[in-house]
């Protein structure tokens, strides 16, 4: 039971509560990313990617902001090998300069038979949703963006 609470407390996200970002400008996009708490492999961070540019690593309860430029694009979370295999999951978005987007990682462990099996998704969230959900998130820089274009 320590073990786990001692996981949950050094897992966790722990930069700044969430505060909005200035409209984007110039071709721009404004991203946001969450990750939900309390989800299967809490203790790693979940590594997201936007075409071929990784842009975050998030532990549970954190999110991250950037810049990208409009058009279509690739979001991508990929775990590490010692994590499901390395396996990827991908979602396509085509992005409008000056609008803002939110996305999540969802994941969920289902008991069924004699294993276990989990499923983890990237998802669109209503802005409307996700505005009211990520005042509970900490921030987490993001990485490569200067490499976006």
């Known amino acids: 039971m320590a073990t786990a609470a001692l996981c949950v407390a050094a897992c966790s996200a722990t930069g700044p509560l969430y505060e909005a970002a200035a409209a984007p400008t110039n071709g721009q996009a ?7 708490p309390n989800t299967p492999f809490t203790a790693r961070r979940a590594s997201f990617w936007l075409d071929d540019v990784r842009v975050a690593e998030l ?4 999110y991250t902001r950037f810049y990208a430029p409009e058009g279509s694009h690739t979001l991508s979370q ?16 085509r992005w409008q300069a000056g609008k803002t987007y939110y996305y999540n990682l969802e994941s969920s462990l289902d008991f069924r038979g ?3 099996t989990v499923t983890w998704r990237i998802s669109a969230i ?3 949703r ?5 005042t509970a998130y900490h921030y987490q820089p993001p ?3 200067d490499q976006l274009h």
Do not use: C, F, M
């Open 126 to 128: 209503d802005p409307l």
């Open 143 to 145: 990485l490569g963006t």
């Open 78 to 93: 990929r775990w590490p090998w010692d994590v499901a295999g390395g396996k990827t999951t991908y979602l396509g978005v």
């Open 130 to 134: 996700a505005s009211r959900e990520i």
């Open 30 to 36: 404004l991203v946001y990313i969450y990750r939900l």
């Open 114 to 116: 004699l294993g276990e």
């Open 59 to 62: 532990n549970q309860s954190g």
